[in-house]
């Protein structure tokens, strides 16, 4: 099978690619869309199985992260929705896929992937929002749930840590690392593609810091009162949404996306938290690629 590394220019950045498969296969691509916000395409390599079913998946590392250009020195008012909504536009003209292709977003990028989806873009087919919130609130409520139920050890460390401002200490790491193995991830030690994206992320942070902040559970970024509530009518192509039964995405966060969206169902992993494509990458897979099969040939 082909794959295809690239730059699309966007503006003066350039935004990495990868395409595994044939483009022009008669199936419309699958565009896969990274969370974060900060993250890279290394955690979401498996939707690369995709493929083998005939339709060629993208994958692409947002500017300000991965082998995209780096930005170190942006602010708040420079990462923005807008930015990366315009970016995935940018890179699907770049590709000549504008006529058919599909969208998967995992987290923020399910996100990104609503907020893409209710401008009813020219030639998108279906979307997948995996593991996402639609609405910040509903997902520090959460988190804020899923933390009370940790050990008290770790909430007081926590605790200790968000009041003091040291937050990068390894005290502080440690303890969400404790959250992460139950909600984020529960394939312990973490798979290679999955800690190449948090060791990217530790090692330029500025995305992730400035949008969402140290971890995922003390958000205080510039997305901490997102919300697509009230809006998600709009999207009007047919929607799989994704969710594990451990996921830090809880149900009440993924709600609103079954209430709202006209065109939806609904698959929860029964032995995953955030990250099926992982922890039941065999199961994630053949669900994704039904629904992209029944609505997207």
């Known amino acids: 099978m082909s794959v295809v590394e690239g730059f699309a220019p966007y503006g003066p950045y350039r935004t990495w690619y990868r395409i595994t498969g044939d483009l022009k296969s008669g199936k419309p691509p ?66 000549g896929i504008r006529s058919a292709y599909c969208v998967l977003g995992q987290s923020w990028g399910g996100m990104l992937g609503a907020e893409f989806a209710v401008t009813r873009p020219a030639g998108l087919q279906a979307l997948v929002i995996a593991n996402s919130p639609a609405s910040m ?4 409520a959460e988190a804020n749930r899923l933390r009370r139920e940790l050990p008290a050890e770790v909430q007081a460390t926590l605790l200790k840590h968000e009041g003091a401002g040291t937050t990068d200490s390894e005290d502080y790491k440690a303890a969400t690392k404790v959250f992460n193995d139950r909600h984020v991830c529960r394939v312990v030690p973490n798979p290679p593609e999955v800690t190449r994206t948090f060791d990217a992320i530790d090692a330029d ?21 997102w919300s697509i509530r009230g809006r998600l009518g709009a999207i009007a192509v047919p929607v799989l949404l994704i969710s594990g039964r451990f996921d830090e995405a809880t149900p009440a966060c993924v709600q609103p996306f079954a209430d709202e969206i006209p065109d939806v169902r609904w698959t929860i992993f029964e032995a995953s938290s955030h990250m099926p494509h992982v922890e039941e990458r065999e199961a994630c897979m053949a669900t994704v690629a039904s629904f992209l099969d029944d609505f997207a040939a």
């Open 205 to 225: 942070p500025t995305v992730y810091h400035t949008m969402n902040g140290p971890n995922e559970f003390h958000v205080i970024g510039t997305m901490k009162d």
């Open 137 to 140: 609130e509903l997902w520090i």
């Open 30 to 95: 699958l565009v896969v869309v990274h969370g974060g916000p900060g993250c890279t395409h290394d955690y979401v390599d498996s939707f690369k199985d995709i493929a083998a079913t005939g339709r060629a998946v993208v994958h692409y590392d947002q500017v300000g992260n991965g082998r995209s250009t780096h930005l170190p020195d942006k602010g708040g008012d420079f990462w923005t929705v807008e930015f990366f909504r315009t970016e995935l536009n940018t890179l699907i003209d770049h590709l």
